[in-house]
C-alpha cells in the first residue's frame, strides 16, 4: 500500500499532511500546487438512469413519511472505521440509510424535511460529499481525495441514481445545529451528525425511529426478494467450489475453505453477509467457530455457514453438513437424518397466518423425540420440552428474519417479530441444529463431538413457502450424491 505524499523535511513531518499551511499542504511547493489544479479532463456522466430499486425507496421514504408526520427525520450512512493505525475497515452502509436511498457512500446523511403543516408530508435530501475539489488540491492531498480511493459521483450524478436532491453534506451539521422542530435519527453511525443534534433529540423519540425502520423491512418487495435470490443462488455456487477444493483443505486447514467461499462472494456480490462458519470435526460444535484455523480431517463432518452479500447489500444465510470424504458414518448419518427431518416439520410450519414460533416448536419437537429415543434425556416428549432439557444439545433458536442484515429487522418489538405472525414477502431461516460436545459425559463417547445443522432460506408465499435455497440438497443421500458429481466436475 502507497502512502500519502509525505512532507519534504523532518522538520514538517510535525504538522499532519491533513493540515493546510497558508492555505497549501506541508511539502507541496507552490508550483506544484498550481500545476495539479489544471490538465484535468470533464468527467461527469450525464444522462444516466436511476438505479434498480429507486421506485421502491421512494414508497420507502414516503411510507417514513406518514408515520412520523411534521418531524424532521436524520439517517446517516457512517464513517469510515479504523482498523488499524491510518488503515481503515471496507465500509458498509447502515442498513437503514441504504434501504432508504439506495445508496452506499460513506458519511452521506439522509434528511427528510417536513414540510409546512398544510401541506404535509417531507422533501427529502441526500447530502453527500461531492467530487474532489482540484482548486484545493484535496483530490490528491487528502487521504480519502480521489486520487488515492478513487472516483465519486458527484451531487447531480447522484440525484440522477437515486431520485433524491443532493447537497453538500459538509453543510449539513451547521444546518442541524440550526434546525427547530422536532427531530429524530438513527443513532450509532455518524457521531458528528449526532453531536450537532445533542440537544435536539431524545433516546426515547430516536429508538421508535429505529424499531419503525427495522419493522418495515420485515415484508419484503418484489425487488428485495429478487436480490436474496440472487444472494442464494451465489452461495449455492461458493458450496460447491467448498467441495472441489476439499482435499486442499485437509492439505491446509479450514482457511482453505474461507478463502474458497470468500472469493465467490467478491467475484459475484459485495462481500461475505456475515463472518463464514467453516467448522469441521469437533469445531462444528461451537455455534460462531469463525477462527476457521482448525484441521480438516477425512472422517469428519465440515458444518459450513456461509452466505454471499449482493451488491444491493442483501445477504444468504445457508448451512450445510457436510462428510469430508463424501460419505457419512452411521451415526453421523442417524444425526443428521434428525435434523433434517427436524428441518421438514419446521419448514412445513412456515405459511401465512402461522405464529411465527411455530417452526421452532415443530422441529424442537422433531429434535426431543430423537433424543428421548436414543436415551439421551428421560422423557416423556412433553416434560423435556416444558423444562427445555433438549435445549443441551439443540443450544439455539431454530431462525430468524432475513434481508439486509442476516438477523434481520432485530429492533423490531417482540409482538412485531417473535410473538408476532408471518405474512406473505417475509424472509427467514429455519436451521436446526444437534451438537454433543467433546466434553459431554451425558452422552456415548462415539457421539462427543458431532455437530449437525441444516439451514435454508424461506420465503413465506400466499399459499405456504418457496425454499429459495432448494438447489443444495439436504437429504443425507442427496447430500452425498450431490458432492460426488460435484467433485468429478
Not at 499551511?21 to 511547493?29: A, D, I, Q, T, W
Not at 491510518?86 to 441504504?98: L, P
Not at 453527500?128 to 447531480?156: A, I, K, Y
Not at 410450519?349 to 421452532?360: E, I, L, S
Request: net charge negative; charged share 30%; with cysteine.
Amino acid at each position: 500500500m502507497s502512502e500519502e505524499l509525505m512532507p519534504e523535511t523532518p522538520e514538517e513531518t510535525e504538522e499532519p499532511i491533513k493540515q493546510r499551511k497558508n492555505g497549501l499542504y506541508p511539502g507541496v511547493s507552490d508550483e506544484l500546487a498550481e500545476n495539479m489544479k489544471t490538465g484535468w479532463a470533464d468527467t461527469e456522466l450525464r444522462g444516466l438512469e436511476p438505479i434498480a430499486q429507486a421506485g421502491h425507496t421512494a414508497e420507502r421514504r414516503a411510507a417514513l413519511s406518514a408515520r412520523f408526520p411534521g418531524e424532521r427525520l436524520v439517517v446517516p450512512a457512517g464513517n469510515l472505521k479504523t482498523r488499524s493505525n491510518d488503515t481503515e475497515y471496507a465500509f458498509r452502509a447502515s442498513t437503514e440509510y441504504a434501504y432508504l436511498t439506495g445508496d452506499q457512500t460513506q458519511d452521506g446523511v439522509l434528511v427528510l424535511e417536513p414540510r409546512p403543516e398544510a401541506d404535509g408530508g417531507h422533501d427529502a435530501t441526500v447530502y453527500l460529499l461531492p467530487r474532489s475539489d482540484r482548486e484545493n488540491g484535496e483530490f490528491w492531498l487528502d487521504g480519502q481525495g480521489e486520487l488515492w480511493v478513487g472516483r465519486r459521483h458527484s451531487l447531480t450524478e447522484a440525484e440522477q441514481l437515486l431520485g433524491i436532491p443532493a447537497k453538500d453534506v459538509r453543510e449539513l451539521t451547521a444546518a442541524l445545529g440550526e434546525a427547530t422542530g422536532p427531530v429524530r435519527c438513527v443513532r450509532w453511525h455518524d457521531a458528528a451528525v449526532e453531536a450537532a443534534l445533542t440537544d435536539k433529540v431524545t433516546a426515547e423519540r430516536d429508538e421508535e425511529l429505529r424499531v419503525y425502520l427495522s419493522e418495515a423491512r420485515a415484508v419484503k418487495d418484489d425487488f428485495e426478494i429478487g436480490e436474496l435470490q440472487k444472494a442464494v443462488d451465489s452461495t449455492v455456487r461458493g458450496f460447491e467450489d467448498v467441495v472441489k477444493i476439499l482435499d486442499k483443505a485437509e492439505a491446509t486447514s479450514e482457511r482453505y475453505i474461507e478463502g474458497t467461499f470468500f472469493l465467490r462472494a467478491r467475484v459475484e456480490g459485495n462481500d461475505i453477509g456475515y463472518g463464514s462458519i467453516c467448522a469441521a470435526g469437533p469445531h462444528a460444535t461451537t455455534l460462531h467457530w469463525v477462527r476457521n484455523d482448525g484441521d480438516v480431517r477425512s472422517g469428519d463432518l465440515l458444518l459450513l455457514d456461509a452466505g454471499v452479500e449482493t451488491h444491493t447489500l442483501y445477504t444468504a444465510d445457508i448451512t450445510r453438513t457436510l462428510p469430508i470424504n463424501g460419505a457419512f458414518t452411521d451415526l453421523q448419518r442417524k444425526i443428521y437424518d434428525a435434523v433434517y427431518e427436524a428441518q421438514e416439520a419446521g419448514i412445513a410450519a412456515v405459511r401465512p397466518g402461522a405464529k411465527y414460533r411455530d417452526f421452532h416448536d415443530a422441529s424442537q419437537r422433531v429434535l426431543a423425540e430423537k433424543l428421548v429415543e436414543w436415551g439421551l434425556v428421560e422423557g416423556p416428549v412433553e416434560k423435556v420440552l416444558e423444562l427445555g432439557l433438549q435445549r443441551r444439545w439443540t443450544l439455539h433458536g431454530t431462525g430468524h428474519m432475513l434481508g439486509m442484515d442476516v438477523h434481520d429487522c432485530a429492533a423490531a418489538r417482540r409482538e412485531a417479530y417473535a410473538d408476532g405472525t408471518l405474512e406473505p414477502g417475509m424472509c427467514l431461516t429455519v436451521e436446526p441444529g444437534l451438537y454433543f460436545q467433546a466434553d459431554d459425559l451425558t452422552v456415548p463417547e462415539e457421539y462427543r463431538g458431532i455437530g449437525v445443522r441444516i439451514e435454508d432460506d424461506i420465503l413465506v408465499t400466499e399459499d405456504g413457502n418457496l425454499n429459495l435455497s432448494a438447489a443444495l440438497p439436504r437429504r443425507s443421500d442427496e447430500v452425498e450424491d450431490w458432492m460426488a458429481r460435484v467433485k468429478q466436475d
